[in-house]
DNA sequence: AGCTAGCCTGTAGCAGAACTACAAACCCCT
DNA sequence: AGGGGTTTGTAGTTCTGCTACAGGCTAGCT
């Protein structure tokens, strides 16, 4: 929100302008204003405001003050998240997880709740399913194997496109393969996940929407961080897969039969996050 | 907020329940609502929306909209963070997000900077980086090497006990260990950060607070998610333990000589997450 | 059971907030 | 310098949030 006003200050006009200063340079006293008290320390008249929130896109005033809220409270003080070598450890550190906040916050509210119950049919009716990527999305396969172990479900993850490639031609048919690619894009990764639908499997991919991989697959989780900078992206979407495998396995677990997590069924503790008391380095 | 509500909810009056159950039940809505819609879908009259907002100290409807609007953004929609079966795959997914969301912010808020910041200057000098971790932790320590990695500064990451244990015994005086665990009580990751020491080696802990390798080491970057309910922390400390890692990469980049991340300098987009452009799976 | 005290709940009215229509002022261009 | 268009402020309207007050229900006592 404030980057965006940031973004859009040169392009409004002079009164407005005004308003956009004072917002910036005191964020916190947003909420609790009003119009009128807004309008007189800038200077400005009321509909001035009023026209500032509609051009930096906010459906009038009581919009603007709610998404000026959300926003303090999501954590985005720092108006430029660039880092700066002259930035202190505090700042620093403050930006790097404002950055990860802010993109969680965005996957939570962009996922496609109807492909994720679809992927879950898929998924239970799997004799097998399998977990897919590289470089980071690798590391990423890895934690959703350890998720959906966790939970009772039974996976392999695999990162070597030379394995991955015989493990899915080597799928028995209705067997899912999920696919976890940050560009959606890797050459080995389309060519697994071709094979496997050939075999009449299906695939669930976690990538960016409309790349090649989304096209071709049979559902497309996509948490797309459509934000101003996609040059953060590669570290934003890491974590957001992160936490969609884990919904993926939550999912999955819940609408199994009570036997294979009776485990989580049974104690009173058990909640996200596996078994209380488990002691996973 | 919503604890608060659900927790005072025996202690309001009948009619005033309503309207506390409504807002528990949908509370995304109450932001773009006025009290009017709210008493309507509640059942009641417009007054005992008000009073319900004092009953639960608030200092009146615009205050609570805007507290709600707050508490919502910083990802703590859902009262009962407890998955249940009967959660539908929107609810589930809100809820694993929003704790994965509430993790970092707390993250974000308790981790201790002046430990960060001895941390930098302990890799500064450095002749040898050296990340550790086991399962979960394993995977992070990985996805630390790769983020360091991007950043133009070598580590090696060893998730076996075997090798880190022959790699801690032969790591240069001054070298720098950074050794991850969520629980703090591996033994095999005790066992070679004490050999590191012995050796004249720092130990950097990315660990809980108190914890026994925290003990030893000669900095802790504590990550504690002290909140309620602990059995999610596996969960919660992984994503809260990327992101430090990935802190103290971009703090140690940022205070190397210009030519060690000249690539960050003189790109214009370059930010955080790396290279614009970069095709990483 | 009937009555009364006290609390809870809704109606009516008021102040102020957000927003809109219009007119004045400014700027730029010819 | 004068006229078109844009920008800004003024006046008015609607609706929102809030308060004072009165009716009704519950509960306890006789």
Do not use: W
């Amino acid at each position: 929100m404030l980057t965006r006003i940031n973004a859009l200050r040169t392009r409004l006009r002079r009164s407005e302008r005004k308003v956009a200063d004072l917002v910036l340079e005191r964020p916190d006293d947003v909420p609790g204003s009003s119009i009128a008290t807004l309008a007189q320390r800038a200077g400005v008249s009321e509909p001035t405001v009023i026209r500032f929130c509609r051009a930096i896109g906010c459906n009038g005033f009581q919009d603007f003050k709610l998404r000026m809220a959300a926003g303090l409270a999501s954590g985005e003080p720092y108006v430029a998240s660039t880092v700066s070598s002259k930035d202190s450890p505090e700042a620093l550190s403050g930006k790097v997880f404002d950055r990860a906040i802010a993109s969680l916050v965005q996957a939570r509210n962009h996922l496609n709740t109807e492909a994720l119950t679809t992927a879950v049919d898929l998924l239970l009716d799997a004799p097998r399913i399998d977990v897919y990527g590289h470089g980071v999305s690798g590391l990423v396969a890895q934690d959703a194997q350890h998720a959906f172990l966790r939970l009772g479900i039974p996976v392999m993850a695999c990162t070597d496109p030379h394995i991955h490639r015989i493990s899915a031609a080597t799928l028995p048919h209705g067997s899912v393969l999920i696919a976890i690619s940050q560009t959606g894009r890797t050459a080995e990764l389309l060519c697994s996940a071709e094979l496997a639908l050939a075999a009449g499997c299906r695939v669930i991919a976690v990538t960016a929407c409309g790349s090649p991989l989304a096209e071709i697959s049979t559902v497309t989780l996509y948490t797309d961080v459509r934000d101003d900078t996609d040059s953060y992206t590669p570290m934003a979407s890491r974590l957001a897969h992160l936490a969609v495998c884990d919904v993926l396995a939550m999912a999955l677990s819940m609408r199994l039969p009570a036997a294979s997590n009776s485990h989580l069924q049974h104690t009173p503790e058990a909640r996200i996050g596996g078994l209380p008391g488990s002691t996973r380095a």
